[in-house]
Protein backbone atom coordinates (compact mmCIF):
# COMPACT_ATOMS: atom_id res chain seq x y z
CA UNK A 1 0.00 0.00 0.00
CA UNK A 2 1.51 3.35 -0.98
CA UNK A 3 1.39 6.69 0.73
CA UNK A 4 -0.52 9.18 -1.11
CA UNK A 5 1.35 12.74 -1.70
CA UNK A 6 0.15 15.96 -0.38
CA UNK A 7 2.01 19.09 -1.66
CA UNK A 8 2.49 21.73 1.18
CA UNK A 9 2.39 24.97 -0.99
CA UNK A 10 3.71 27.51 2.12
CA UNK A 11 7.39 27.32 0.88
CA UNK A 12 6.35 28.41 -2.49
CA UNK A 13 4.17 31.33 -0.82
CA UNK A 14 6.95 32.80 1.18
CA UNK A 15 8.87 32.91 -1.51
CA UNK A 16 6.10 34.58 -3.80
CA UNK A 17 6.16 36.92 -0.46
CA UNK A 18 9.62 38.06 -0.88
CA UNK A 19 8.31 40.24 -3.31
CA UNK A 20 5.10 42.17 -4.21
CA UNK A 21 4.22 40.21 -7.58
CA UNK A 22 2.32 37.21 -8.72
CA UNK A 23 5.12 34.87 -8.80
CA UNK A 24 6.11 32.17 -8.44
CA UNK A 25 2.78 31.41 -9.03
CA UNK A 26 0.81 28.78 -5.84
CA UNK A 27 -1.80 27.86 -8.23
CA UNK A 28 0.78 27.75 -10.82
CA UNK A 29 2.68 24.91 -9.14
CA UNK A 30 0.32 23.35 -7.24
CA UNK A 31 -1.31 22.69 -11.00
CA UNK A 32 1.91 21.22 -11.85
CA UNK A 33 1.84 18.91 -8.88
CA UNK A 34 -1.60 17.61 -9.32
CA UNK A 35 -0.59 17.03 -13.06
CA UNK A 36 2.51 14.97 -11.96
CA UNK A 37 0.10 12.76 -10.08
CA UNK A 38 -0.08 14.06 -6.10
CA UNK A 39 -3.31 13.75 -4.47
CA UNK A 40 -3.70 16.75 -2.69
CA UNK A 41 -2.38 20.23 -1.84
CA UNK A 42 -2.12 20.82 2.01
CA UNK A 43 -1.94 24.94 3.16
CA UNK A 44 -1.27 26.26 6.69
CA UNK A 45 -2.61 29.56 6.61
CA UNK A 46 -1.23 31.77 9.59
CA UNK A 47 -2.46 34.86 10.99
CA UNK A 48 -0.23 36.86 10.24
CA UNK A 49 -0.52 35.31 6.46
CA UNK A 50 3.68 35.25 5.81
CA UNK A 51 3.39 32.61 3.43
CA UNK A 52 -0.31 31.43 2.68
CA UNK A 53 -2.65 34.23 2.01
CA UNK A 54 -6.06 33.64 3.20
CA UNK A 55 -6.59 35.52 -0.75
CA UNK A 56 -4.97 31.95 -2.08
CA UNK A 57 -7.76 29.56 -0.68
CA UNK A 58 -10.31 30.40 -2.90
CA UNK A 59 -8.40 29.96 -5.95
CA UNK A 60 -6.87 26.34 -4.79
CA UNK A 61 -10.59 25.27 -4.20
CA UNK A 62 -11.32 26.16 -7.27
CA UNK A 63 -8.34 24.50 -9.06
CA UNK A 64 -9.15 21.47 -7.35
CA UNK A 65 -12.65 21.47 -8.11
CA UNK A 66 -12.63 22.57 -11.35
CA UNK A 67 -9.51 20.35 -12.70
CA UNK A 68 -8.78 17.98 -10.34
CA UNK A 69 -12.12 16.62 -8.64
CA UNK A 70 -10.36 13.46 -7.10
CA UNK A 71 -7.63 15.39 -5.60
CA UNK A 72 -8.43 16.60 -1.79
CA UNK A 73 -7.69 20.08 -0.13
CA UNK A 74 -5.59 19.80 3.17
CA UNK A 75 -6.14 22.95 5.31
CA UNK A 76 -4.17 22.77 8.40
CA UNK A 77 -3.68 25.54 11.46
CA UNK A 78 -4.51 26.09 15.02
CA UNK A 79 -8.13 25.62 15.52
CA UNK A 80 -8.91 29.37 16.08
CA UNK A 81 -11.83 30.97 15.33
CA UNK A 82 -10.64 32.80 12.09
CA UNK A 83 -9.29 29.65 11.13
CA UNK A 84 -12.13 27.41 11.47
CA UNK A 85 -14.33 30.46 9.72
CA UNK A 86 -11.57 29.85 7.05
CA UNK A 87 -12.32 26.40 6.73
CA UNK A 88 -16.24 26.80 7.22
CA UNK A 89 -16.05 28.90 3.92
CA UNK A 90 -13.54 26.60 1.98
CA UNK A 91 -14.57 23.38 2.86
CA UNK A 92 -11.24 21.00 2.54
CA UNK A 93 -11.45 17.28 2.69
CA UNK A 94 -9.47 17.27 5.18
CA UNK A 95 -7.95 19.72 8.53
CA UNK A 96 -5.51 18.86 10.14
CA UNK A 97 -5.50 20.81 13.19
CA UNK A 98 -1.89 21.56 15.26
CA UNK A 99 -1.40 23.06 18.62
CA UNK A 100 0.77 26.04 16.83
CA UNK A 101 1.41 29.40 18.72
CA UNK A 102 0.77 31.62 16.17
CA UNK A 103 4.56 33.28 16.55
CA UNK A 104 6.05 29.59 15.59
CA UNK A 105 8.31 29.55 12.60
CA UNK A 106 6.56 25.89 12.01
CA UNK A 107 4.60 23.28 13.53
CA UNK A 108 7.14 21.86 15.66
CA UNK A 109 5.12 19.63 18.41
CA UNK A 110 1.46 17.64 18.59
CA UNK A 111 -1.46 17.77 20.77
CA UNK A 112 -1.33 17.21 24.56
CA UNK A 113 -4.29 15.32 24.23
CA UNK A 114 -5.11 14.93 28.11
CA UNK A 115 -4.43 18.65 28.71
CA UNK A 116 -6.47 20.00 25.16
CA UNK A 117 -9.42 17.24 25.34
CA UNK A 118 -11.75 19.30 25.88
CA UNK A 119 -10.95 22.32 23.30
CA UNK A 120 -10.30 19.55 20.78
CA UNK A 121 -13.61 17.64 21.60
CA UNK A 122 -15.89 20.79 21.00
CA UNK A 123 -13.60 21.60 17.70
CA UNK A 124 -13.27 18.11 16.46
CA UNK A 125 -17.05 17.83 17.09
CA UNK A 126 -17.74 21.37 14.75
CA UNK A 127 -15.86 20.20 12.33
CA UNK A 128 -17.15 16.67 11.60
CA UNK A 129 -20.23 18.37 11.47
CA UNK A 130 -19.22 19.67 8.07
CA UNK A 131 -18.85 16.34 7.40
CA UNK A 132 -14.71 16.66 6.83
CA UNK A 133 -12.45 14.59 7.86
CA UNK A 134 -10.39 16.00 10.83
CA UNK A 135 -6.37 14.63 11.82
CA UNK A 136 -4.76 15.45 15.22
CA UNK A 137 -1.22 16.77 14.95
CA UNK A 138 0.93 13.92 16.94
CA UNK A 139 4.01 13.36 18.30
CA UNK A 140 5.80 10.34 17.56
CA UNK A 141 5.75 9.10 21.01
CA UNK A 142 3.74 5.75 21.42
CA UNK A 143 1.25 6.88 24.23
CA UNK A 144 -1.73 4.78 23.85
CA UNK A 145 -3.48 7.04 26.39
CA UNK A 146 -3.30 9.99 24.26
CA UNK A 147 -4.11 8.02 20.85
CA UNK A 148 -7.10 6.56 22.59
CA UNK A 149 -7.94 10.24 23.44
CA UNK A 150 -7.48 11.39 19.85
CA UNK A 151 -9.78 8.53 18.69
CA UNK A 152 -12.86 9.57 21.94
CA UNK A 153 -12.79 13.17 20.60
CA UNK A 154 -13.62 12.47 17.11
CA UNK A 155 -10.35 12.76 14.94
CA UNK A 156 -10.39 10.09 12.06
CA UNK A 157 -6.46 10.51 11.78
CA UNK A 158 -3.36 11.34 13.35
CA UNK A 159 -0.69 13.13 11.26
CA UNK A 160 2.42 12.04 13.08
CA UNK A 161 5.24 14.87 13.26
CA UNK A 162 8.53 13.70 11.79
CA UNK A 163 10.82 16.84 12.94
CA UNK A 164 12.95 14.86 14.88
CA UNK A 165 13.41 11.88 12.02
CA UNK A 166 13.92 14.20 9.32
CA UNK A 167 16.66 16.34 11.47
CA UNK A 168 18.34 13.04 11.84
CA UNK A 169 19.72 13.01 8.05
CA UNK A 170 23.19 12.74 9.12
CA UNK A 171 22.66 10.19 11.80
CA UNK A 172 21.54 6.84 10.59
CA UNK A 173 21.22 4.97 13.94
CA UNK A 174 19.20 7.41 15.66
CA UNK A 175 17.36 7.86 12.35
CA UNK A 176 16.80 3.97 12.66
CA UNK A 177 15.58 4.52 16.27
CA UNK A 178 13.15 6.80 15.95
CA UNK A 179 11.47 5.58 12.80
CA UNK A 180 10.75 2.47 14.84
CA UNK A 181 9.51 4.42 17.93
CA UNK A 182 6.57 6.44 14.84
CA UNK A 183 6.23 2.66 14.02
CA UNK A 184 5.16 2.12 16.98
CA UNK A 185 2.78 5.33 17.69
CA UNK A 186 1.48 4.39 14.06
CA UNK A 187 0.74 0.60 15.09
CA UNK A 188 -1.15 1.69 18.36
CA UNK A 189 -3.55 4.47 16.18
CA UNK A 190 -3.97 2.17 13.58
CA UNK A 191 -5.62 -0.82 16.40
CA UNK A 192 -7.68 2.02 17.78
CA UNK A 193 -9.03 3.11 14.30
CA UNK A 194 -7.63 5.77 13.53
CA UNK A 195 -5.90 6.28 10.10
CA UNK A 196 -2.22 7.67 10.02
CA UNK A 197 -1.09 10.57 8.17
CA UNK A 198 2.59 11.77 8.61
CA UNK A 199 4.92 15.16 8.01
CA UNK A 200 7.94 17.35 8.61
CA UNK A 201 11.27 17.27 7.45
CA UNK A 202 10.48 14.13 5.15
CA UNK A 203 12.83 13.95 1.92
CA UNK A 204 13.22 11.47 -1.24
CA UNK A 205 16.11 9.99 1.49
CA UNK A 206 14.09 9.21 4.10
CA UNK A 207 10.23 8.61 3.16
CA UNK A 208 11.35 4.98 1.98
CA UNK A 209 12.56 4.07 5.39
CA UNK A 210 9.40 5.38 6.94
CA UNK A 211 6.82 3.48 4.50
CA UNK A 212 8.10 0.20 4.45
CA UNK A 213 7.94 0.48 8.47
CA UNK A 214 4.57 1.97 8.45
CA UNK A 215 3.11 -0.08 5.11
CA UNK A 216 -0.53 1.72 5.91
CA UNK A 217 0.58 5.47 6.15
CA UNK A 218 -2.37 6.88 4.23
CA UNK A 219 -0.27 10.33 3.25
CA UNK A 220 2.59 12.00 3.60
CA UNK A 221 2.57 16.09 3.63
CA UNK A 222 5.42 17.01 2.05
CA UNK A 223 6.45 21.01 1.43
CA UNK A 224 9.93 22.42 2.66
CA UNK A 225 12.05 19.57 1.07
CA UNK A 226 9.81 18.99 -1.65
CA UNK A 227 10.16 23.07 -3.02
CA UNK A 228 13.96 22.93 -2.42
CA UNK A 229 14.12 19.22 -4.86
CA UNK A 230 11.80 21.46 -7.41
CA UNK A 231 14.36 24.02 -7.67
CA UNK A 232 16.94 21.41 -8.72
CA UNK A 233 14.61 18.95 -10.42
CA UNK A 234 11.45 21.16 -11.46
CA UNK A 235 8.26 20.57 -9.87
CA UNK A 236 7.08 17.60 -12.09
CA UNK A 237 9.82 15.59 -11.51
CA UNK A 238 9.87 16.60 -7.84
CA UNK A 239 6.55 15.13 -7.75
CA UNK A 240 6.83 11.99 -9.11
CA UNK A 241 10.60 11.76 -7.08
CA UNK A 242 8.91 11.64 -4.13
CA UNK A 243 5.65 9.93 -5.30
CA UNK A 244 8.38 6.79 -6.03
CA UNK A 245 9.84 7.36 -2.38
CA UNK A 246 6.20 6.68 -0.69
CA UNK A 247 5.79 3.46 -2.88
CA UNK A 248 3.90 4.19 -5.49
CA UNK A 249 4.30 3.27 -9.17
CA UNK A 250 5.15 6.01 -11.44
Known amino acids: ??????????????????RDLPWPSVTGLGRIALEAGASGLTVHP?????????????PIRTL??????????????????????????????????????????????????RKDRKLLEAVVGRLKGLSLRVSLFADGEPDREALTIAKEVGADRIELYTGPYGGCFD??????ELVEVLGQTADIALDLGLDVNAGHDLTVANLPALVA?????????????LTADALEYGMAETVRRFRRAGGQDV
Open 1 to 18: MAAKLSVNLNAIAMLRNR
Open 213 to 225: RIPALAEVSIGHG
Open 171 to 176: QPARAA
Open 64 to 113: IDEAFPDAEFNMEGYPAEEFLQLVEEHRPEQVTLVPDDPAQATSDHGWDF
Open 46 to 58: RPDQRHIRFSDLN
